[in-house]
């Protein structure tokens, strides 16, 4: 299998929301500790989003087009990490609790992944309402685990099928 196959959006959405999950644990077990995953995590979605803008983007143009586009991508991470940086530093001064730092950290991951949603694809913008819902769900409901794994299976499907489904209409 070649990487550029591997690495399709479907996939990479797939794996996105896997890692959502791992950081919902993290963060059930251990507020404070998930605060570096989820700094990670900023990190990571916003290489995910590039590298899926780069895969699925078009060359036109010689590709000037396709840098302007990841250059906007890359100031628009930078300023969603540099909103988790401001809220890390609330918390280190001790104006914000862990568990609210957490919250807060994962309300920007999943505002800043929706927004480049809208301009890369559904797939991501649903990647940030699910991390939107995990940040609610964490925040109102004490057991939340099960009903998160169950809204990740459902999305995980219908991310399947909608894939199956533009395949048969491409064929």
């Known amino acids: 299998m070649t990487l550029k196959k591997l690495l399709t959006t479907h996939n990479l959405?797939?794996?996105?929301?896997?890692?959502?999950l791992l950081g919902v644990a993290i963060s059930d077990i251990s507020p404070v500790k998930s605060h570096s995953y989820w700094l990670l995590m900023m990190i990571l979605f916003?290489?995910?989003?590039?590298?899926?803008?780069?895969?699925e983007g078009d060359n036109?143009?010689?590709?000037?087009?396709?840098?302007?586009?990841?250059?906007?991508q890359?100031?628009?991470w930078l300023g969603g990490f540099v909103a988790v940086?401001?809220?890390?530093?609330?918390?280190?001064?001790?104006?914000?609790?862990p568990e609210s730092t957490g919250l807060v950290v994962l309300l920007i991951l999943a505002l800043t992944t929706y927004l480049d949603g809208i301009r890369l694809g559904w797939r991501f913008s649903?990647?940030?309402?699910?991390?939107?819902v995990m940040a609610v769900f964490a925040a109102y409901i004490e057991e939340y685990m099960w009903q998160i794994l169950l809204f990740a299976v459902g999305i995980i499907a219908f991310s399947y099928y909608w894939d199956f489904k533009r395949k048969k209409t491409v064929t």
């Open 13 to 20: 959405f797939i794996v996105l929301l896997l890692l959502s």
């Open 46 to 55: 916003g290489a995910t989003a590039i590298v899926s803008n780069i895969i």
């Open 60 to 72: 036109d143009n010689d590709g000037v087009e396709l840098k302007k586009e990841i250059t906007l």
């Open 74 to 76: 890359i100031l628009h």
């Open 85 to 97: 940086l401001i809220v890390y530093g609330f918390y280190h001064t001790g104006r914000i609790t």
């Open 126 to 132: 649903f990647a940030g309402i699910f991390l939107a």
